[in-house]
């Protein structure tokens, strides 16, 4: 079983950057690609960026440019750095790990950007 714990969320000023993380523990020799999604009260969870083994990134087009997926191995992490935070990104951020069988959640940190 694989567990994944996120963390890094907060208050931010708009303009600002906050950087999320999560940690997997557990069966992690199945998983390959990583992502993280988001979602605010009464909408759909949507993929804000996912990252591949090899490293491809891809990205919501609400957030390109602005926020950078990123994966360390050998830590087992993945990481959401965001910059020029807007008060639209206010949500709660979830990571993801996929293995071929089944998909792994975190319980999410919340990012809430001021005006």
């Known amino acids: 079983q694989v567990q994944l714990m996120e963390s890094g969320g907060g208050l931010v000023q708009a303009g600002g950057s906050l950087r999320l993380s999560c940690v997997g523990s557990?069966?992690?020799?199945?998983?390959?690609?990583m992502a993280w999604y988001r979602q605010d009260p009464g909408k759909q969870r949507e993929v804000v960026a996912a990252?591949?083994?090899?490293?491809?990134?891809t990205y919501a087009d609400s957030v390109k440019g602005r926020f950078f997926i990123s994966r360390d191995n050998t830590k087992d992490t993945v990481y959401l750095q965001m910059n020029s935070l807007k008060p639209e990104d206010t949500a709660v951020y979830y990571c993801s790990f996929r293995t071929w069988s089944r998909d792994y959640w975190g319980e999410g940190t919340l990012v809430t950007v001021s005006s």
């Open positions: 557990g069966s992690m020799s199945g998983v390959n690609a």
């Open positions: 990252i591949t083994g090899g490293g491809t990134t």
